[in-house]
C-alpha cells in the first residue's frame, strides 16, 4: 500500500510542476512590446494583477507599490497586466498607461502589455489561470483581481478586487510564499 501512495504523491507533484513551468512558459509582451513570460520571474513570488488607471480601484496602484518596495529584497515582484475589459477602464496605450504608472502613482514594479483577461480575445495567460484546470477556475470579475503566484510557478491564492493590497490576507499570504524556498 506504501508504494501506491508514493507513487500518487509523485504523480501529484509532476502534475503541479508541468502545470506550474506551462503557465510560466506563456509567452506574453511587457509594457514596451518586448517579449517575455512568467518565466523571467522564476524563484520569485509573483503578484499578478490586472489593472486600470480609470477604476475605482484603481487608487490600489499605490499599496502595490508599498507592498513591491516592502518585500521585493525577500523576492516578491508585483506584475501589472493592463487590461480594458471591465467598463472600458484601461483606454490608454502603453505609452499612456506607462505615464500615468509612474506619475501619478511612482510605479516601479513591471508592467506587462494590455491584454484582454476574459472573453473571446482572453489571452492564453488569463485562460490557465482562470480556466476548467486552473487552482482557481472561474473569470476574473473586475480590475484589480489578484493571482498570488509561488517561486515555483504554482498559482497559490486568488484575490478579488475588494482585497486592498494592505489586507492582512494578502499580506500573510505574500510572508509565507516568502518564506517556502
Request: glycine share 8%; aromatic share 8%.
Amino acid at each position: 500500500m506504501k508504494p501506491i501512495v508514493r507513487l500518487l504523491s509523485l504523480l501529484a507533484s509532476v502534475t503541479t510542476l508541468l502545470a506550474a513551468n506551462s503557465l510560466q512558459s506563456i509567452p506574453i509582451h511587457d509594457i514596451d512590446g518586448k517579449d517575455t513570460s512568467l518565466k523571467a520571474f522564476d524563484g520569485k513570488v509573483v503578484l499578478l494583477v490586472n489593472v486600470a488607471s480609470q477604476c475605482g480601484y484603481t487608487p490600489q496602484y499605490k499599496g502595490l507599490e508599498a507592498l513591491y518596495r516592502k518585500f521585493k529584497d525577500k523576492g516578491l515582484v508585483v506584475v501589472g497586466v493592463p487590461c480594458n475589459d471591465f467598463g472600458a477602464q484601461e483606454p490608454g496605450s502603453a505609452s499612456d498607461i506607462k505615464e500615468f504608472c509612474s506619475t501619478k502613482y511612482q510605479v516601479t514594479f513591471p508592467l506587462l502589455e494590455k491584454i484582454h483577461v476574459k472573453g473571446p480575445e482572453q489571452h492564453a495567460l488569463y485562460a490557465a489561470l482562470t480556466g476548467p484546470k486552473a487552482a482557481f477556475p472561474g473569470d476574473v470579475k473586475w480590475n484589480f483581481g489578484k493571482f498570488l503566484i509561488g517561486r515555483d510557478g504554482s498559482v497559490l491564492k486568488r484575490f478579488d478586487s475588494g482585497v486592498a493590497p494592505d489586507s492582512a490576507d494578502l499580506s500573510s499570504a505574500i510572508e509565507t510564499a516568502l518564506a517556502k524556498k
